[in-house]
C-alpha cells in the first residue's frame, strides 16, 4: 500500500516536472528573470534539430511581421516589447519583400528591419531577417541585392547570438528548382554571410512555395554547418500530405523551420482553421520544429492577428477587442493556454 503511493507520488512528480519544463523551454522570459537568448545563446544543429548553446533540443515560437513596406509601422520596439511580454513570443520575424512596392524599389525599408533587428536585441529575442522572395518567384533574380544586404547585416549584428538569417522566403515557379536555382543561389549567399558571421543559422527557402522539403533533402548543402530548410503551411490548405513530406525531409536528415505559418487557406484569408491548426501544432511540437505565424497587421485579412483598423498608430498594448480570431487563438497557443499534446 505505502509502496504503490510512493510510487504514483514519483510518478506524479515525474510527470508535472517534465510538463513543466516543457512549457518553461517555450517562455520568453523565464521566472529568474532570463531572457530566451540569454538563456538558450548560440543556437546550433545537432543531431539534425536546432539546439540551444548547451545542445539542448529546443523549438522557438512567434510572430511575423506583415510586409514592412504595408504595415512596417509595426516594426517597433514598443510592439516587439508587447508581443515578448503579453504574447510569449521568442522570435519576432521581420518580412523584407522585394517585389510590391519593397525593398527593391524602396531601399530605405531595410532601416525598419535594423529597427526591428535592434528591438529584438534589447528584448532577448530571436529575429528572423527574412529575404521575402514571392512575386519574383527566382532567388537568382535580385541575388546580387542578396549578397550586398546579407553582408550588410551580416557585418552589423553577426556577433550577436540573437541573429537568424532567411535567405529566401517562397521560391516558386516551375521552372524554379532547387538544384539550378535554389541552391546555387543559397551557397553563393551563404558563403557570403559565413566571411562575416561564422556561425548563426542560416534558413534556405525550398521549392514550391517552401513546401517541397524533400526534394531539398535530396541534394543537401553540406559544405556549411548550422544550415536549416523552410517549411511553410497554411492549416486551412495544407495537412497530411504536407506533414508527410516534411517526415520524409526530417528523416532523410534535415532541419527545418516553419518560417511562416497561417491559421487560414494559404491566401491569407477564408476563415481560421483551429482544428487544422492544433494537428499541425502537435506535429511542430514533437518533432521540435520551431515556428513564425503569419502575421501582424490590421488589414482586416482573417490570418492578420489584429482587427480591422485596430491599433493604427502601431503602438501595441492590445486589448483582447483589438484582436482577430486569429489573433486571440495564436495568443493563446503561445501563451501555453492551449495544451498541445
Ligand atoms: C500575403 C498577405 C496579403 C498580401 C499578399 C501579397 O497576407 O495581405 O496581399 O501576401 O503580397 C505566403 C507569403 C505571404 C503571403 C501569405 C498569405 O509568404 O507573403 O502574404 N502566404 O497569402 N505564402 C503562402 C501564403
Redesign the pocket.
Known amino acids: 500500500m505505502k509502496k504503490s503511493f510512493v510510487f504514483v507520488l514519483a510518478a506524479f512528480l515525474v510527470f508535472t516536472s517534465c510538463t513543466a519544463k516543457n512549457k518553461d523551454t517555450h517562455l520568453a522570459v523565464d521566472k529568474n528573470g532570463k531572457t530566451v537568448v540569454e538563456r538558450y545563446g548560440n543556437l546550433q544543429i545537432l543531431k539534425n534539430t536546432l539546439c540551444d548553446q548547451n545542445g539542448n533540443p529546443v523549438q522557438l515560437r512567434g510572430m511575423s511581421s506583415?510586409?514592412l513596406q504595408w504595415y512596417g509601422k509595426y516594426a517597433n520596439n514598443n510592439v516587439i516589447r508587447w508581443l515578448r511580454e503579453d504574447w510569449n513570443c521568442q522570435i519576432f520575424r521581420t518580412a523584407l519583400y522585394l517585389g510590391?512596392g519593397g525593398f527593391i524599389n524602396n531601399g530605405s525599408l531595410k532601416f525598419l528591419v535594423f529597427e526591428s533587428i535592434e528591438s529584438c536585441i534589447k528584448n532577448g529575442m530571436y529575429v528572423l531577417v527574412d529575404w521575402?522572395v514571392?512575386s519574383d518567384k527566382d532567388p537568382m533574380l535580385y541575388k546580387n541585392r542578396a549578397v550586398e544586404f546579407f553582408s550588410e547585416i551580416a557585418e552589423k549584428y553577426g556577433s550577436y547570438p540573437n541573429i537568424i538569417y532567411e535567405i529566401c522566403?517562397?521560391p516558386n515557379g516551375r521552372n524554379v528548382t532547387w538544384d539550378n536555382n535554389i541552391k546555387p543561389y543559397a551557397e553563393e549567399v551563404i558563403a557570403t554571410i559565413r566571411k562575416y558571421d561564422p556561425d548563426n543559422i542560416i534558413i534556405v527557402g525550398t521549392p514550391n512555395?517552401s513546401q517541397d522539403v524533400d526534394v531539398a533533402a535530396k541534394n543537401p548543402i553540406t559544405e556549411q554547418k548550422n544550415i536549416m530548410y523552410t517549411l511553410?503551411f497554411?492549416a486551412g490548405s495544407h495537412g497530411d500530405k504536407l506533414r508527410r513530406k516534411a517526415s520524409k525531409a526530417l528523416k532523410a536528415g534535415i532541419p527545418l523551420f516553419v518560417t511562416?505559418w497561417?491559421t487560414t487557406k494559404?491566401?491569407?484569408d477564408g476563415g481560421v482553421f483551429e482544428k487544422e491548426t492544433l494537428e499541425w501544432m502537435e506535429f511542430l511540437q514533437k518533432n521540435n520544429i520551431s515556428w513564425v505565424n503569419?502575421?501582424i497587421n490590421n488589414?482586416g485579412?482573417d490570418?492578420g492577428i489584429l482587427k480591422y483598423n485596430a491599433d493604427k498608430s502601431g503602438d501595441g498594448n492590445w486589448n483582447e477587442d483589438d484582436l482577430s480570431p486569429s489573433g486571440i487563438f495564436v495568443r493563446k497557443i503561445l501563451r501555453n493556454e492551449i495544451d498541445i499534446k
Open positions: 506583415h510586409g510590391e521575402h514571392l522566403n517562397e512555395w511553410h497554411y511562416e497561417g494559404d491566401s491569407g503569419w502575421s488589414k485579412e490570418s
